[in-house]
Every structure is written in C-alpha cells, then in structure tokens.
C-alpha cells in the first residue's frame, strides 16, 4: 500500500519543531512520528529519547522541501 505521506526530515525535537512551524506557517500540516516512548511498556527505553520524523504529504512535497532546506541552511546542519 503506498503512502500518502514521505519522510521529509528527522532529527532532534527542537528542530523538528522549527521545522514543523516553519511548514505551518505556509498552511503546510506535516506530521510528526516519535518513536521515543513505544518501548517504556516493555521496560526498554529508546536511546534517542529526543529523535522525531516529520512527515509531509506527496502533494505538498515540492512546496516544503525549499522550507526544511532553509532551516537546515540557517541552522548549519
């Protein structure tokens, strides 16, 4: 089945976040997939407790890549 959404970026939970108002403040609703507290119930603890994905749908693909590019060039990563 394919997916309507693609992984547009990951990284720590601050960044994430910018990246994240950033897309919404063009009308961009990206989501968010954190992994980080799915292993607490069986007594694991991720490693990487701040790790997120961010997500964009396909159609606006082209229109968020340009924006995740800026926060990465403002930010140095």
Known sequence: MESDYIKIFSGSFIIVQLV???????????????????????????????????????EELDHAVPIVESVKADLDI
């Open 20 to 58: 994240k108002d950033r897309l919404e403040s063009v009308g961009i609703n990206p989501i968010i997939k954190d992994e980080s507290g799915l292993g607490e119930y069986s007594g694991f603890k991720s490693t990487n407790a701040e790790y997120q994905e961010l997500y964009v749908s396909t």
